[in-house]
């Protein structure tokens, strides 16, 4: 029964949506600086229209055998293995000739 209480409102949300629009623009254009109160305007429909979707959620139905199950600890995270052998980087070198080459140097 929810889903057609659900389908009446959204019906009659967009029909007043559609009826609203019609009824409030104007037959000719109009060039006017509304810049403010087409914004507050905009910002007071998104709060409501916010309202209006965050209200039909609503509060979620829990069942009361929820609360019996377990609860369990998180597992611990395996550490990696540290690496006990040299520590090798890659370094530029010059030659007696001044050419630069890589070579890798271990520690």
Known sequence: ??????????????????AGTAAITTGEAEA???FVRGLGAGL???????????GL????Q???Y?????Q???QPVAAPTPYYGPQCHIVWQQ????DMYRTQVCD
């Open 44 to 54: 007071a429909g998104a709060a409501i229209g916010g309202a209006i979707i965050a």
């Open 66 to 70: 929820e609360s019996y199950a377990p």
């Open 95 to 98: 030659n007696r000739w001044g």
């Open 62 to 64: 829990y069942s009361p």
């Open 57 to 60: 959620h609503g509060s979620p």
């Open 32 to 34: 006017h600086n509304n």
């Open 72 to 74: 369990y600890a998180p």
């Open 1 to 18: 029964m929810r889903t057609s209480y659900r389908n009446i409102f959204v019906a009659g949300l967009v029909a007043f949506t559609l």
